[in-house]
């Protein structure tokens, strides 16, 4: 499904967009998508390309005029296990998936969550590898878990989409209009549901240390601070908010957050990413496997340290893994070694706000004596 994107990203993501459609049944345009993209997907494919109005609030007719495409799809198709469902059974069983795929994200980042405030004697090295080896496993056997159940249906399961307003395209859509609630395309709520499992993880983990209440109080005190502020940073905060929970593109949080995903490429790209489709690198599963890294460092920041640390690592691994529900597994393995080399660069970000940290709090103790 093509809708609204961004124009500036448009060229880059269509060059190796454009020639894989050719494996896609069918290709949905509505009246935001740009003009010239969509003339030229006409052009190429015109047996494949819909278009309807709003993608976000499909009419009737377009409805029905989707599902007979799609039946005439899935009957060249058939699954592996022969069953045959009604359009309404289908739907249910949507529904059903994405209410546990929330429950796979929120217990598999919990799980990971709890080990990173799990108090133990491994050196940094080993714990560096263990989290490396339960990171990767966490989200491929999500990852296998999605997949196989779209290849026992023959039909890819959507779990999300880029259109924050949709509320019917996506499984998540669909859970959201059967419990009366505006859960979108699918993508935020998938993200908030591994953000608060790392932090569920981590609180309720059997020897957890050093996420003091005050620390937390301190660093969520301090973001509340900037993002009031009537300032240039309290408005880049905002912007930031706006675009993380709503994909709302707009101000210099947008052209700071393309930076941000072109740091990523670019590492991504010194590790074997050029020679391959330039659309098989994914900055948000890169972010993922980045947000491992200062997991294992743990023990070497103090409390406000670690606790920011978690904050970033939840935003992280929460991000990345709104990713589980795509359908090019081969972007995982692409993503590891780049997502862990980026994650040691904001490790060393950390461990340096750490140094500053121990440093004022010993000028503060010996003040005080």
């Known amino acids: 499904m093509i809708s609204r994107y961004s124009a500036t ?8 967009v454009t020639p894989n459609l050719v494996n896609v049944p069918i290709i949905i345009v509505d009246s935001y998508a740009n003009p010239s993209y969509v003339n030229l997907l006409k052009a190429l494919y015109p047996n494949q390309v819909i278009s309807v109005q709003n993608a976000a609030s499909l009419a009737q007719n377009e409805t029905l005029l989707i599902q007979q495409y799609l039946s005439s799809s899935s009957n060249q198709r058939p699954n592996p296990l022969g069953i045959q469902i009604s359009q309404r059974d289908f739907e249910i069983l949507a529904v059903i998936e994405a209410a546990l795929s929330f429950l796979l994200i929120l217990f598999g980042w919990a799980f990971l969550g709890s080990r990173f405030a799990e108090s133990n004697t491994e050196n940094t090295l080993m714990k560096f590898a263990t989290f490396v080896a339960l990171g990767v496993f966490v989200f491929v056997f999500s990852e296998t878990v999605y997949v196989e159940t779209s290849i026992l249906l023959s039909f890819p399961l959507s779990l999300h989409a880029v259109i924050s307003g949709a509320t019917s395209i996506t499984a998540t859509g669909l859970l959201g209009v059967a419990l009366h609630l505006p859960l979108g395309g ?147 393995l692409i993503a590891i070694m780049p ?31």
């Open 9 to 16: 990203s448009l060229p880059e993501v269509a060059q190796f």
């Open 186 to 332: 699918g993508s935020t709520p998938r993200l908030l549901a591994g953000f608060l499992g790392v932090l569920i993880g981590a609180y309720y983990a059997p020897s957890s240390y050093r996420f003091s209440k005050k620390s937390i109080a301190i660093v969520i005190g301090l973001g509340l601070f900037v993002l009031a502020s009537p300032s240039a940073i309290g408005n880049f905060a905002f912007e930031f908010l706006l675009l993380f929970v709503g994909n709302v593109s707009v101000g210099t949080a947008f052209y700071a957050s393309l930076l941000v995903k072109g740091f990523i490429y670019g590492v991504g790209s010194v590790f074997g990413g050029s020679p391959n489709p330039f659309y098989l690198m994914s900055a948000g599963k890169m972010l993922y496997f980045a947000g491992l890294a200062p997991m294992a460092f743990i023990k070497k920041m103090g409390r406000i340290t670690s606790t920011l640390a978690l904050l970033m690592a939840a935003l992280f691994v929460g991000d990345g893994g709104v990713r589980v529900g795509e359908m090019t597994p081969q972007k995982t």
């Open 339 to 369: 997502g862990i080399a980026t994650g040691i660069a904001f490790t060393l970000v950390l461990l340096g706000i750490a140094v500053l940290e121990r440093y004022l709090s010993s000028r503060y103790m010996r003040t005080r004596s």
